[in-house]
DNA sequence: TAAACGCATGAGCAATTATTCATATATTGG
DNA sequence: CCAATATATGAATAATTGCTCATGCGTTTA
């Protein structure tokens, strides 16, 4: 098809076939919203504490607390947020609340982008 | 080793030896903070249109703008903090500016995440 | 050389966010 | 039943963020 053989871009541009060619592949506005608030829930140093820490074994919140070197409150707050995300699942046990890992796609996301900062 | 026989944490908490392999597998401070920067950045929907749509073909700046469909001041914002990460390259040709993809990293993190939100 | 064009950038603003503080809820032990 | 413990949560606040508007800068064209 030719540059102006294209009825997907309306608009005066400079290129309009590499502009359809980007439309076509493009995600829907659902799919790019789930993806960029899953990245962003990832993009807080607590919570990559946090999940990092629940990647090898189950913790309650008072040895995260520990670990992360951080207030109960804050981290019941973030613990909430990776809930509602389904990243961690959680199980009661008395007075104690025992949470872990909810989602193996999030290991890989994390040691991915450990070996995206570890290069360079 | 025994549940106190442990000198990482000195603190009295519920499980010392939990926290011990946790604090022993712990990403230092610098490498935790890069990496949330790094999703940090990955997590916003605009700069998720343009890495996408940069992933198959080099494009100018106003044809990203004419892509995600914002303002072409907004993109250009965005495209400064994707450069400052180094995950876009940028080369002058005339008045134009075409951007490309930087890092392989990115696009495996980005259909990783999509492979995850497509998942449930 | 002046105007037009493509892009970048600083200031300003509204919205979001992460933490802290105070308090609430639920469970257990005395 | 009461106090202590483990966790959750709402409100408040400070910091960050993403957009718009105005403008600046470099390149091309008339």
Same mark, same amino acid.
């Given at each position: 098809?030719? /540059? !102006?053989?294209? /009825?997907?871009? $309306? &608009?005066?541009? $400079?290129h309009p076939l590499n502009i359809c060619r980007a439309k076509a592949d493009m995600l829907s506005d659902e799919h790019t919203q789930q993806l960029? $608030?899953?990245?962003?829930?990832? +993009? /807080?140093?607590? !919570? *990559?504490?946090i999940l !990092?820490?629940?990647?090898? %074994?189950e913790l309650c919140v008072c040895d995260i607390v520990a670990v992360v070197q951080m207030g109960q409150s804050a981290v019941s707050h973030q613990l909430r947020i990776l809930r509602g995300a389904r990243l961690v699942k959680y199980r009661k046990e008395g007075k104690m609340v025992w949470y872990s890992i909810d989602d /193996? #796609? *999030?290991?890989?996301?994390?040691? &991915? +982008? *450990?070996?995206? *900062? %570890? #290069?360079r």
């Open positions: 098809m030719s /540059d !102006r053989d294209c /009825d997907v871009c $309306e &608009q005066l541009c $400079e960029a $608030e899953l990245f962003k829930i990832l +993009g /807080d140093p607590t !919570r *990559i504490k !990092r820490a629940l990647s090898t %074994q /193996d #796609h *999030i290991e890989i996301l994390l040691s &991915q +982008g *450990i070996e995206h *900062i %570890q #290069h």
